[in-house]
């Protein structure tokens, strides 16, 4: 789990200045295209969030981040916060109901994923509790929006339809021992905030356990279940209080020598309103080849047992629109069991001090479909690949 930079809190009078100075500003933009040689009608690659637009050139994200960071091993109370607003065609499906989700219905839209007080309180136990309040990114999963925190420019059917994304609310980060932690939190629901906002009556919570620095350093895991409602009132009326969305996911990572680690995910997602299921497992592997080069692998199975689950959304506005139970565009397939293995490299020279980050990344993806069905290219084929590319430039 991965908690945002937080700040130390002034342990007595005439330091702000000093609590000032480490306020952090840093910048990233990043922009790609996913081709598709099957050019499909309507233009969108069945199943991918990021480089949904086939053969077409998108700025995926420009971010601005103003953060000041903590000391999660202090002794004493810590207080610190981030800020970070997103522009780009990724905020269409990382938007949040009632804060960003009106502001325009364009290709290219403006959302807030992070805006958050963080405090570090020396309780309990040797190392404390964290907590941070506020706009949060889910902590679920392996991949993250952050393009510099994960692998891929695409994502997995795993992290777009079995994870949430972004959460109103409270996490918290309880330090038992050396190595591990326990997690839990509250939140009005995955992308809704409050009112209008949100899409039912009922709140949403996590719970958990995470461990790091084992087999000699070698082995990390995280375990992360959530319950709530998730489904909106307007599809199932005023049921979608009550009936509960279970998920469940447990990632591990293995350092087997300094420049080879393995990863593995295990997801599983039951929803009592739409009575419906997933399962799945995601495998990485990252091989360092040179200091600038590192070799990618991603491998998944994913099974989507009443088709309602893995969706593409075709209008710019439709995953929102979708999220808050409104009519909207979107093209489904029958019930799937979905393969898809991706291959990719990135390259990540050093460019200066002036440049904190410069990586290109190409990926291969092939996705098909375990069962018979057609699910791809608009519900033409069984099989579908794409040649996906990225670069992230970070300052």
Do not use: C
């Not at 998108?58 to 207080?79: F, G, H, N, P």
């Amino acid at each position: 789990m991965v908690f945002a930079a937080m700040a130390p809190l002034p342990a007595a009078a005439g330091t702000t200045h000093d609590w000032l100075d480490d306020i952090t500003i840093a910048g990233q933009i990043e922009g790609g295209i996913n081709a598709n040689p099957a050019r499909p009608d309507n233009g969108v690659n069945f199943g991918q969030f990021f480089g949904d637009k086939a053969n077409q050139a998108q700025l995926d994200q420009l971010t601005l981040t103003v953060s000041k960071a903590i000391d999660t091993a202090s002794q004493d109370y810590e207080i610190g916060f981030m800020l970070r607003g997103l522009y780009g065609s990724d905020g269409r499906y990382f938007n949040i109901a009632g804060i960003t989700d009106r502001m325009t219905t364009d290709r290219y839209q403006f959302i807030i994923p992070q805006a958050h007080v963080d405090v570090h309180l020396p309780w309990l136990t040797k190392h404390g509790l964290d907590m941070q309040a506020g706009i949060l990114t889910s902590p679920m999963g392996v991949e993250a929006l952050d393009p510099s925190l994960r692998p891929f420019y695409t994502l997995s059917y795993t992290t777009e339809y079995s994870t949430p994304f972004e959460h109103v609310g409270a996490m918290f980060q309880w330090h038992l021992t050396d190595h591990f932690d326990a997690l839990f939190g509250i939140d009005t629901g995955n992308q809704v905030s409050f009112g209008n906002g949100d899409n039912n009556n009922a709140a949403a919570g996590y719970f958990g356990v995470s461990g790091s620095g084992l087999a000699h350093g070698k082995l990390s895991f995280v375990y992360l279940g959530r319950i709530g409602p998730e489904d909106a009132v307007r599809s199932l009326g005023q049921r979608a209080n009550t009936a509960q969305r279970f998920w469940n996911d447990l990632n591990a990572t293995y350092k087997i020598t300094d420049k080879l680690s393995v990863t593995g995910e295990l997801n599983i997602l039951h929803d009592e309103g739409l009575r419906a299921n997933t399962y799945s497992f995601v495998s990485y592997l990252s091989y360092q080849l040179t200091p600038t080069l590192t070799l990618n692998y991603r491998g998944e199975i994913y099974r989507d047992n009443t088709g309602l689950l893995v969706t593409s959304f075709i209008a710019n506005n439709a995953y929102m629109q979708a999220t808050l139970g409104k009519p909207t565009v979107t093209q489904s397939a029958p019930p799937t069991t979905y393969g898809a293995l991706t291959l990719g490299v990135s390259w990540h020279p050093l460019l200066g001090h002036a440049v904190k980050l410069f990586e290109i990344r190409p990926e291969i993806r092939f996705d098909r479909s375990l069962n018979g069905t057609h699910p791809f290219n608009d519900l033409r084929n069984a099989g579908q690949f794409t040649f996906g590319a990225d670069a992230v430039l970070g300052f």
